[in-house]
């Protein structure tokens, strides 16, 4: 891929972000890594939506070092590279403090599965990371957002489980490109919505089944998957 | 009808689902029923609304053999031919995991009838399926899920109650047409989302009279139904 | 005025509702009267927000005859006669089943004045009549629920309170023009929703003070009104 | 700043605040004040947004004498002069009723801090006010209005804090521009319904730690701030 077509995509899915109403003011953002060359597109910090363009994209390499672009990559960059840097097979992150997704990263709960809209696109509850201690937010806090999300993952595999809450903070979420982080951006989000309000009318909820989660997340996800059609559907 | 009629009903059923905010992604679909030569059009599964067309639906007869069309159809498709083949007035058929239908769905709670809103469309609590069984689900889960729904209805009119709820899942509505089934489903969300937060005001709320039930109903779907100019209302 | 000058009106006020969230498929209807004639334009009953115009607009006098159009008058028309004829000074009626004033009328609830933003509109708690009963039901139930609201206005002043609850049902408000009868609507709506996420919140928030609601409510709508420009508010 | 173009910003703030969703009907106002003449611009009272231009809004000096226009300043200038008069680096301020905050200054409790998104805005909880006294609202209600704000902030500095529920009315907010007032409007709304949703899930939410909110709210305010590109962020 040739950095000007990351440079739409990840410009584009930026966009998609803030249209699907998952980004208030700056708060948020989407990277996308070109995996033959290991370049990384991502926001500008703290620069408007409407004055993004494909140009004044930042990009860096795997190690954090400014490749192109004037202007300072998102805060968030490091967190977003260690994530690539552990997840191998993925090529798009992106960053929201949603509203749903939000509330139950400040209530520091995960987000139980409760029905099939959620299994369809996570395989099991969405995982909450732990709590940053003072020593890793005051060395490198950034960076260890991302080495904290990855410790959580130690027994999750990053393809089942395309997202994940920080504690007190917000979401994050992955995928094979930035378009597919957005989409479990937003499919994130109105999973949180949900449960959020089934919550609400029935706190003693039983657990999904087992036999549910597993039907719903191999039909549109495992080998024998049959939701979509030939091309399969991407994570 | 002809099929291509049917074509331009259920494109324009499917994009009305979206439009009214039913929903997200591509969780949610309508098919419509030829009466005449049993043959039903239904969205292609995982196809992104934006690339939606009359020309790209899927046409099936209710044995479920494709007639026309390249794409395979929603994987939903054998829980709409269940109810056609059921429910025989009906010739629309819309699924969606709407917000707060699938709060309900997810509590594993009928939407209990609270108010003249609720009883201008449903008569009596919208129905909750019994949850799929293992056995069910690995043996067809997609016809069971019909079959489930039409097991609820042994001794429920189906024009008389076009929603239910399936348990852990989401909604399905019908009506004597695919408008007719969108704009249920749309009766059935804001029903859902009325009835969410009147029990989180009051929830010991005094049941709904029997007598109002019976009337809203009736004025609107009733033989003396006044409601509406001659033609009357179509459910 | 005019009986077209009036239509326009009732037209517009209609699809003002509708434009501003208040009104779902056709839940919802605005009337307006032409004081000098005492004819009330109303909408016709069961008609799709999109095809309504001024010119069909149904007209009666106010004993509920016929006056002007083809199609039947909005089947809750006795509803508003009854308030016309039983609140002297007011022009227009708007009925809503909007999703906050609905859950209180659901949950059986006066909204309690719980801040400025209620006091500026309402002076004091939004009242909820009683449950009609069966024999008003049978008897007579549309024109019986405007007498029922009338009843409950027994000691209130609709003037100071332009806005009521009908149990299990829905709201109405009114004002001195069909117009005015939309803004008590809309501010009915956001009233009942910050009530009822305030009563999430604190199930046993203090009573708003009494001079505060004397303080509000006469500055905007009182004889020494200063809030506005010279012309004063209307209500 | 010629007064021409402080007319430009107040007027385009005014609007922001409204397709923001902050405001509904009148219910809100934006002022601006030019450090050098001592000049505030207002929103006229009780004037609809659709027919708010630049030309007509009004100009007061700080002590609250009308300058220019001919229409009466919000009720609410005296509020607004009062922020301008005791926290000397502000030069914009608005009012809002917006739905979350405004469910917070109804329950009468302050906004705690639960997450980054509110670190990134507010340096701790933001305050409430207490509730106004009668003798207070007789006297001159606007007036002191503002100077119960200003006690509040006794021992708070404004430009970490820049914002305020008042008991049982509503918000205020500020900063270095009309500009700035408003994106903090929409940062308290957003930060009070992620808050409110917090709450709801987890009503024992343990607290944020104050390591992180030294972090968060440094990153972007403090004087190593590196949160988006070199000219800073202003408050």
Not at 148 to 159: G, K, T
Not at 177 to 194: D, F, Y
Request: hydrophobic share 40%; proline share 6%; glycine share 8%.
């Amino acid at each position: 891929m040739r950095l000007e077509e990351l440079r739409k995509l990840v410009y584009q899915a930026n966009i998609d972000l803030v249209d699907l109403g998952l980004v208030t003011l700056t708060w948020g953002n989407v990277s996308g890594l070109d995996k033959e060359s290991g370049i990384v597109a991502i926001k500008p910090s703290g620069v408007d939506y409407k004055d993004l363009a494909p140009e004044n994209l930042v990009l860096v390499d795997l190690a954090g070092n400014r490749v192109e672009g004037d202007l300072n990559p998102s805060s968030d960059t490091p967190t977003h590279l260690e994530l690539y840097r552990a997840f191998d097979r993925i090529a798009g992150v992106a960053h929201t403090h949603s509203d749903y997704a939000g509330m139950f990263a400040q209530a520091r709960l995960a987000i139980p599965c409760l029905g099939t809209t959620h299994a369809d696109h996570f395989n099991g509850e969405v995982p909450l990371t732990r709590m940053i201690t003072q020593e890793e937010v005051e060395a490198d806090y950034e960076g260890n957002t991302g080495k904290v999300i990855v410790e959580r993952f130690e027994r999750i595999d990053p393809q089942e489980m395309p997202a994940v809450l920080v504690a007190a903070h917000g979401a994050f979420a992955w995928g094979s490109s930035p378009e597919r982080a957005v989409i479990n951006s937003l499919a994130l989000e109105k999973t949180a919505k949900m449960a959020w309000g089934t919550l609400s009318l029935a706190p003693e909820v039983p657990p999904f089944p087992e036999y549910l989660l597993r039907k719903h997340y191999q039909r549109k996800h495992g080998p024998q998957a049959y939701y979509g059609q030939k091309t399969g559907e991407q994570k």
